[in-house]
């Protein structure tokens, strides 16, 4: 193995000229509304918080948010100096593959498309059921859920093979959008004075360590999942050695600040003394209670239908990331190489647009078919099947980091190579540890006892990772045998 103070130079794996993607229209703050709107802000303030209120640290949990900030931040300080270094726009498996081996970045890669793949079709089928709920109460439409969950997915697909900058200013007016909606109403709390007076009661320390502060985390790191994504666009962003690591650090800066405030205002607008009971009377309701009281009707009706963008924000996201971790794999020989091919007048990946929307829709129709419920069933495990597999692949990511600086540490500081990265794989093992311990509190799985329990669901669920990562690495030594130029370029480092 060589020490050089430099990687070695390689030319990236095949490509033709007409599938390097559409370059140079992103900005840094495109990029951050792109993957803020994944976040899906208003879907996680409607239905995480007050669930993390009651399963967690009470109204202690802004500081939750807070924590798995910081932690995300440390994560952030490898992930961005090793992809300056890795100009691939493979996300996680162009990163692992380059820091702890060709094997374990594509049983990553495999690990990431469960995980994004379960996040789309998991929010379509809640959005579908937002939609259904809505209009039949509104308007006395009786329409079954999937019906709305695939035209959703149609349309994010059809918006899939514009031009990246068509979806990124769609997710701009939407999350615009909600973030305004969530600043007047936290504006009417404080002028009016909250439930019960202002205070700072919820970052008392007696309130932090209340309840259950690990599960309170587990709830607040799900907000987070998709920040990472800000690499995948390197391709399509304009400067990218200034624009990702600028995106990347904002993303979290800005999604953290946005939960800490809004959580703390949903506490502020009931009282201290009686937000956990209006979370545990209805916490599905919680957040369009605040807005009819302090808003009014029509603020209820604007939350309703800024909620119903916001699902659809988080999908139209996760369908560009997905679709260009699809191209890259496909690029590198991981996927069939059908997949690579882009629209060269848009630059958009149509193949793999195509076949990504095909697959969800299908998902869909089969789980309508089963009987699942789109919320307690579908919206509950598959969100928690991509938390856990997002949270393994960035510790994998902070491992391969050190691993690739050893190696090539030249003009990269010790904070940047060993202390953050390290720090990182601490506090995200721990948050893994916690997410396996309450998992079944995820998937509604409780023993005799009422405690969390590993029944089918739960492992079936997990099992999906484990056979993932298994499937990407039988993949990869299969290359090393039949293709082994292929494989030889997975670790390559790659340079624009």
């Known amino acids: 193995m060589t020490t050089s103070s430099q990687p070695p130079l390689a030319p990236a794996p095949a490509e033709s000229a007409a599938g390097t993607g559409r370059a140079g229209t992103l900005g840094t703050a495109t990029i951050v509304f792109m993957v803020a709107a994944a976040a899906s802000p208003l879907s996680i303030l409607a239905g995480v918080v007050p669930l993390g209120f009651l399963?967690?640290?009470?109204?202690?949990?802004?500081?939750?948010?807070?924590?798995?900030?910081?932690?995300f931040i440390l994560f952030s300080v490898g992930l961005v100096a090793m992809a300056a270094r890795v100009t691939q726009s493979g996300g996680f498996f162009a990163l692992i593959s380059q820091g702890a081996g060709r094997v374990p970045g594509v049983a990553a890669s495999y690990v990431a498309l469960v995980a994004y793949w379960s996040l789309i079709v998991g929010i379509a089928s809640y959005l579908g059921y937002v939609i259904e709920v809505t209009l039949a109460g509104n308007f006395g439409f009786?329409?079954?859920w999937w019906v709305f969950a695939v035209l959703a997915l149609l349309v994010a697909g059809a918006l899939g093979f514009q031009r990246i900058d068509t979806s990124s200013k769609v997710?701009?007016?939407l999350l615009i959008a909600e973030l305004l909606v969530v600043l007047a109403l936290t504006v009417a709390v404080v002028v009016t004075g909250g439930g019960e007076g202002l205070s700072l009661q919820p970052?008392?320390?007696?309130?932090?360590?209340?309840?259950?502060?690990?599960?309170g985390l587990v709830f607040a790191a799900q907000a987070f999942i998709g920040f990472e994504a800000t690499v995948i666009y390197r391709r399509e962003a304009r400067n990218p050695a200034r624009t990702i690591p600028r995106a990347t650090y904002l993303a979290v800066l800005l999604v953290g600040l946005f939960y800490v405030v809004s959580s703390w205002m949903l506490v502020m607008a009931w009282g201290p003394s009686q937000a956990l009971d209006v979370a545990a009377a209805d916490p599905g309701s919680m957040l369009l209670a605040t807005a009819d009281r302090y808003l009014g009707s029509f603020g209820q009706v604007a939350v309703e239908v800024l909620l119903i963008t916001s699902l659809f924000a988080a999908v139209l996201s996760f369908h560009n990331v997905l679709n260009?971790?699809?191209r890259s794999m496909a690029q590198a020989g991981v996927l069939p190489a059908y997949l690579a091919e882009v629209h060269e007048p848009t630059g958009a990946p149509r193949r793999a647009a195509a076949v990504q929307t095909v697959v969800s829709v299908v998902l869909v129709v089969v789980f309508a078919l089963l009987g699942l419920d789109p919320v307690v069933q579908v919206f509950a495990w598959l969100p928690s099947v991509a938390a856990l597999s997002v949270l393994v692949l960035m510790a994998v990511v902070s491992v391969s980091v050190v691993m690739y600086f050893r190696r090539w540490p030249a003009g990269v500081g010790v904070w940047k190579r060993i202390v953050?990265?390290?720090?990182?794989?601490v506090a995200l093992v721990g948050m893994i540890v916690f997410v396996l311990i309450y998992f079944p509190l995820l998937t509604g799985e409780f023993d005799a006892d009422g405690n969390p329990f590993y029944g089918p669901v739960s492992l079936?669920?997990?099992?999906?990772?484990?056979?993932?990562a298994v499937g990407g690495a039988v993949r990869a030594l299969v290359m090393r045998t039949r293709a082994p130029e292929q494989y030889a370029a997975l670790a390559s480092t790659l340079h624009e």
Do not use: K
């Open 203 to 215: 970052f008392a320390p007696s309130e932090i360590f209340s309840g259950s502060p690990a599960i």
């Open 324 to 326: 260009r971790y699809q």
């Open 55 to 71: 399963f967690g640290n009470g109204i202690g949990l802004p500081v939750m948010f807070a924590v798995a900030g910081a932690a």
């Open 171 to 173: 997710l701009s007016v």
């Open 142 to 144: 009786d329409v079954p």
């Open 420 to 425: 953050a990265p390290v720090l990182s794989v």
């Open 460 to 468: 079936v669920l997990v099992g999906i990772i484990v056979l993932a």
